[in-house]
T-cell receptor, first 113, second 114 residues
């Protein structure tokens, strides 16, 4: 089992460019999440998908879009990147029920110049 | 809104000393609580979780945490620090309800001095 995988690992963009971060999980989880991690702020939820075909906004959704392509894959798109989106992005997945932990990918380090 | 506060963004202890990382939460309903660890340039890994079965929860690598409802706390401890414990630690709360969302604290970076 690979768990949660993310591509790319690193990316540098210029302001205004677009890109898509890819995430896949092989644990047959229904729920998937995208977070951003910034120094001193912990992880903040951008979007989540409770099940295939549904997506909902998290705490910081502005400037992002998501697609739940199928049960395995959940992508995050930046349509017009801004320097404020420089961050480390983590994808996670979990089974249903609030007591279940989330499993995290290795992260994508994004720099927007 | 649910929130998590981790007291101390940096904690430094000597090897072999007690590790104590503090976490307080706000929740109007009994929460589910988690501690995660993040080693440099890696994702988050679950250390332990509280799901109301027992107030003292044991996790991996010798860590444990005690849920204290009266203090709204879930502090993480380890009796004897090891150099390999140097990492960032995150407390998180799932406030319940329909969605399995987590609210994270700001994180505490643990440094171990030889």
């Amino acid at each position: 089992n690979a768990g949660v995988t993310q591509t790319p690992k690193f990316q540098v963009l210029k302001t205004g460019q677009s890109m898509t971060l890819q995430c896949a999980q092989d644990m047959n989880h229904n729920s998937m999440y995208w977070y951003r991690q910034d120094p001193g702020m912990g992880l903040r939820l951008i979007y989540y998908s409770a099940s295939e075909g549904t997506t909902d906004k998290g705490e910081v959704p502005n400037g992002y879009n998501v697609s739940r392509l199928n049960k395995r894959e959940f992508s995050l798109r930046l349509e017009s990147a801004a320097p404020s989106q420089t961050s480390v992005y983590f994808c996670a997945s979990s089974r249903e029920a609030n007591y279940n932990e989330q499993f995290f990918g290795p992260g994508t380090r994004l720099t927007v110049l | 809104a649910q929130s998590v506060t981790q007291l101390g963004s940096h904690v430094s202890v000597s090897e072999g000393a007690l590790v104590l990382l503090r976490c307080n939460y706000s929740s109007s309903v009994p929460p589910y609580l988690f501690w995660y660890v993040q080693y440099p340039n890696q994702g988050l890994q679950l250390l332990l979780k509280y799901t109301s079965a027992a107030t003292l929860v044991k996790g991996i690598n010798g860590f444990e945490a005690e849920f204290k409802k009266s203090e709204t706390s879930f502090h993480l401890t380890k009796p004897s620090a090891h150099m390999s414990d140097a990492a960032e630690y995150f407390c998180a709360v799932n406030p319940g309800g329909g969605a399995q969302k987590l609210v994270f604290g700001q994180g505490t970076r643990l440094t171990i001095n030889p």
